[in-house]
């Protein structure tokens, strides 16, 4: 580089003017060369023709991106092949189908004539490209069933479902191409917008796609109508006196306690009906494990809306007396 700067440097202004003189006497001459091999004919060239393929929206759609271009060989005019390659003022070459949903196809061979005549005053040489494929459904309206996309934190810690989730209306109509519908599988999940709930619910829920459809799906409702009625499952615990069945007369406890905590998780909605059960902690002899004589504990009446009971102790060793 510093090199080439020293010879510049060197250079007088008549020598500078003459380099001037020259490199525009070759820009020249390749211009002329350039304007002169345009205006010949019989050049042959491959292009990628622009073409847009035209059928009814109302009644079908497309679940991929159209194509837009087909390769064709053409022969012409050097300012016309030109304008071709670089689609200077060109249109695009319209494609009609009247029914896209039944194929996804259309051979070339089927649009060489109408081609050729689009390309005048160049001449089509050959179709490089033999097929145009394209995906277009056919739009239709289904009904599909709302549901609730819940998870482990849409009720808050120890929360259930008091009733079952009432959606209205349970079906909504959804319009689209078939093969975007069938992918639903008939059902469209709702977020409720919400979690760690703990009061019964009742509210109106937007109705969206998801991302992935919002392209090519239309929904008829705007929203649902969401209601469920939730219940809270309290901690409690009694002290159960002990009840000892079919023990005999030599088998007694290792170590014997007072009495037997029992914990439970209960239905707040039956808290109230706890005072008609007399609880007892039972141990029955006959249910004993014989490997290790242990014996484990039950309680009696056990009322189905008691849940996860837990015993303190859990298990009591027996002993053995010599007869």
Not at 21 to 29: I, K, M, N, Q, W
Not at 41 to 69: A, G, R
Not at 185 to 200: A, H, S, W
Not at 216 to 243: A, P
């Amino acid at each position: 580089m510093a090199k080439l700067k020293k010879i510049l440097t060197n250079l007088n202004p008549q020598k500078i003017a003459n380099m001037k003189v020259a490199a525009l006497c070759f820009l020249a001459a390749a211009t002329f060369w350039v304007l002169n091999a345009l205006n010949k004919d019989n050049y042959n060239t491959v292009v990628d023709y622009p073409i847009e393929i035209v059928f009814d929206e109302t009644e079908f759609m497309p679940v991929e991106k159209l194509p837009e271009q087909i390769k064709i060989e053409i022969n012409g005019n050097g300012w016309d092949l030109l304008r071709k390659y670089f689609r200077i003022n060109e249109s695009p070459f319209l494609i009609e189908i009247n029914n896209p949903s039944t194929k996804n196809y259309i051979l070339t061979s089927e649009l060489r004539r109408s081609l050729a005549e689009n390309l005048n005053p160049s001449v089509l040489v050959s179709m490089v490209s033999d097929t145009i494929k394209f995906n277009i459904d056919k739009v239709v309206t289904r009904k599909v069933k709302i549901e609730i996309d819940t998870t482990a934190s849409t009720l808050a810690q120890n929360f259930r479902l008091g009733s079952t989730i009432s959606i209205d209306p349970p079906f909504v109509d959804i319009k689209g191409p078939t093969s975007v519908l069938q992918e639903l599988d008939g059902v469209l999940k709702v977020k409720l917008g919400e979690d760690k709930i703990t009061k019964d619910f009742n509210k109106l829920i937007p109705l969206t796609l998801p991302s992935a459809y919002t392209d090519f799906l239309t929904l008829e409702e705007e929203s649902v109508q969401v209601k469920f009625d939730v219940f809270q499952m309290l901690e409690g615990n009694k002290r159960l006196k002990i009840k000892m069945l079919n023990f005999p007369k030599n088998v007694g406890l290792a170590q014997e306690p007072s009495n037997i905590i029992m914990s439970y998780m209960i239905d707040e909605r039956k808290v109230g009906e706890l005072n008609n059960y007399e609880f007892e902690a039972v141990l029955n002899y006959s249910n004993r494990d014989r490997e290790d004589s242990t014996i484990f504990i039950e309680v009696r009446p056990k009322p189905s809306f008691l849940e996860k009971i837990k015993f303190e102790p859990e298990v009591l060793k027996l002993k053995y007396d010599k007869p």
